[in-house]
């Protein structure tokens, strides 16, 4: 197909924060294919202004969480073929459906186990039939541009543009911390909050100023003030909580200046990965195969291998259980949302804590703060 026929692009990915993140090497490539196409994008409300001032993209296309069709008739009616291609990065019904709507040519991905592949695969000018246990998120969406254009060399995930801090933050922010994001959306993701405590106390033995972060849900914000209990009352700013205070563009410009960012399989762990900051990832359940956060400039090819104690990615370390059952990609233990999972609740604080002690050390030198004393009474690594 000749460059000129795809003018308007709608890329569609209903689906959470951190996977719309990882749309971004989609559209670099497709901008890259179609520089003089308008590329838009289609997600749930609440999940696109991880995508707010990308050059490459046009507009951000909301649908309302929870809504139904009766509820989207409006926005039905705003896309009926107004894109020439769609690209539906996202496995759902609805996302197909839209994508139907939208454009007269679409590429889409099926999951080649779902009943409902077939009526999709009627809609869809290129399908992509993926396992989804076999294949990056990353790798996915990029084959849906199969025919008409081959990976780039070197793969990028697109971080927001970096906003100021608050002036508040920003002047108690000393030159290296690190950043550790204490909660995750749900309960068997999260690395237990005795350990988080623990590994807190003894990177501020070590000298490290340290920064939670989290969201602004009353849930995100408790989990931090677990954490500030546990360490204990500190009045001299070696310990800062910025849960909810920064929106994504902010935690940008914290990401970028951190020595070293500690979190789990979460949005907040991708975009740190995004903006190229030393990174050490707390998986569980999860397979990296699927959900790692991706290195940059990393080849169009599977970054990780299903399991091992520690994978090193150019600037990110990811540490996994060593369970046989290690990753069983369930919701944990007990398979729902508040699951305990035991590869994590094992994952002891000693373990992470010589993980990112190693991380510190092998920092660019020029990038290496002020030498570093114990401070008295800061507690130890026991």
């Known amino acids: 197909m000749s460059a000129d026929l795809f003018r308007r692009i ?29 590329i838009d994008v289609l997600g749930f409300a609440g999940t696109l202004a991880i995508l707010r001032g990308n050059p490459q993209i046009g507009a951000l296309i909301e649908v309302p969480a929870g809504s139904g069709w009766l509820q989207s008739l409006a926005l039905i009616r705003r896309l009926w073929r107004r894109y020439d291609l769609a690209l539906v990065a996202q496995y759902s019904d609805r ?11 679409r590429s889409g991905l099926i999951l080649k186990r779902r009943s409902t ?23 996915e969406k990029l084959r849906l541009l199969e025919p008409w254009s081959a990976p780039a060399d070197a793969v990028r995930v697109q971080a927001p543009p970096a906003a100021p801090l608050p002036a508040d933050i920003g002047q108690c922010l000393r030159d290296g911390y690190v950043v550790l994001h204490v909660p995750t959306l749900v309960r068997y993701k999260l690395w237990p909050i005795d350990h988080q405590v623990t590994l807190v106390r003894a990177l501020l033995g070590d000298g490290w100023q340290v920064v939670l972060s989290g969201g602004p849900s009353s849930a995100d914000r408790a989990r931090t003030a677990e954490v500030l209990r ?17 929106d994504l563009n902010q935690m940008v410009t914290l990401l ?38 991706w290195p940059q400039g990393h080849p169009a090819a599977q970054p990780y291998a299903s399991r091992g104690p520690a994978q090193q990615r150019r600037t990110i370390m990811l ?9 069983c990609n369930g919701a944990g233990c007990e398979r729902h949302d508040d699951s305990r999972s035991e590869c994590l609740e094992t994952m002891s604080a000693e373990r992470v804590l010589a993980a990112a002690r190693t991380r510190l050390a092998s920092r660019d030198a020029a990038a290496t703060a002020a030498p570093r004393t114990p401070t008295a009474g800061a507690g130890a690594a026991a």
């Open 10 to 38: 709608l890329v569609i990915c209903t689906r959470q924060i951190g996977d719309v993140l990882l749309t971004t090497p989609l559209i670099d490539a497709a901008k890259r294919r179609w520089p003089a196409a308008q």
């Open 117 to 139: 592949g077939w009526w999709k695969r009627l809609l869809l000018d290129h399908a992509v039939v993926v396992d989804e246990n076999q294949s990056h998120a990353v790798l």
């Open 230 to 246: 546990g360490v204990g009352a500190l009045d001299d700013g070696r310990l800062l909580d910025v849960a909810g205070r920064l």
């Open 319 to 327: 540490l996994q259980g060593d369970q046989a059952c290690v990753p």
């Open 95 to 105: 996302a197909h459906l839209y994508g139907a709507v939208a454009a007269r040519t």
């Open 256 to 293: 970028r200046g951190a020595a070293l960012y500690i979190g789990p399989d979460t949005s907040i762990t991708h975009l740190a990965a995004a903006c190229d900051t030393p990174v050490l990832a707390l998986y569980g359940p999860i397979d990296p195969r699927l959900w790692g956060p």
